[in-house]
T-cell receptor
Framework: AQTVTQSQPEMSVQEAETVTLSCTYDTSESNYYLFWYKQPPSRQMILVIRQEAYKQQNATENRFSVNFQKAAKSFSLKISDSQLGDTAMYFCAFMKLYTGNQFYFGTGTSLTVIP | NAGVTQTPKFQVLKTGQSMTLQCAQDMNHEYMSWYRQDPGMGLRLIHYSVGAGITDQGEVPNGYNVSRSTTEDFPLRLLSAAPSQTSVYFC?????????????FGSGTQLSVL
């Protein structure tokens, strides 16, 4: 079974500053995907960034980037130039290849951006 | 451009009542699934389907039934609701085995069982 651990239930950051959210996972699989999803108060789940395990290069999407350490099974999310709209719950998720939509989610980190 | 549509958005049930949460997608996605979200526990997979006529259990299937008679629809049935089923329910879909890397989520159903 796969497990995903987010050890920071709550975090806060000043507007325009940088914050890093942590995620570790446990799996015996060698090929998989990792994701960060954002859930604002509207409850909608929004994909932030995705990383394929076979790619060594860390994924980036504008102000969002990841630090993927496969050997350590670590997948942290860095948000640069934090904006008020980044206030949300952030979920780390794991998916085995070729299993469709069997995702395993962490318990989430509630991020507050302070003006 | 509807995407994944869930109904209802809110529902209150009494213990022992039955109901069906509806989920429909208009993207011709093969894969569909149901998750429940509870405080402090993230999202957990209830049931999933890899195509019409094919369903399987996820992490927390007890108390729920599903069927997939068409590609578009994937309803979740609670046969006898219990307070432990109070949760937010999300339906999700993704395209196919070759490009199954992204989940499209519905907007969720907040269910309270009294």
């Amino acid at each position: 079974a796969q497990t995903v651990t987010q050890s920071q239930p709550e975090m806060s950051v000043q507007e325009a500053e940088t914050v890093t959210l942590s995620c570790t996972y446990d799996t015996s699989e060698s090929n998989y995907y990792l994701f960060w999803y954002k859930q604002p108060p509207s409850r909608q789940m929004i994909l932030v960034i995705r990383q394929e395990a076979y790619k060594q290069q860390n994924a980036t999407e504008n102000r969002f980037s990841v630090n993927f350490q496969k050997a350590a099974k670590s997948f942290s999310l860095k948000i640069s130039d934090s904006q008020l709209g980044d206030t949300a719950m952030y979920f780390c998720a794991f998916m085995k290849l070729y299993t469709g939509n069997q995702f395993y989610f962490g318990t989430g980190t509630s991020l507050t951006v302070i003006p | 451009n509807a995407g994944v549509t869930q109904t209802p958005k809110f529902q209150v049930l009494k213990t022992g009542q039955s109901m069906t949460l509806q989920c429909a997608q208009d993207m011709n996605h093969e894969y569909m699934s149901w998750y429940r979200q509870d405080p402090g526990m993230g999202l957990r997979l209830i049931h999933y389907s890899v195509g019409a006529g094919i369903t399987d259990q996820g992490e927390v299937p007890n108390g729920y039934n599903v069927s997939r008679s068409t590609t578009e629809d994937f309803p979740l049935r609670l046969l006898s609701a219990a307070p432990s089923q109070t949760s937010v329910y999300f339906c999700a879909s993704s395209r196919d085995r070759a490009t199954n890397e992204k989940l499209f989520f519905g907007s969720g159903t907040q269910l309270s069982v009294l």
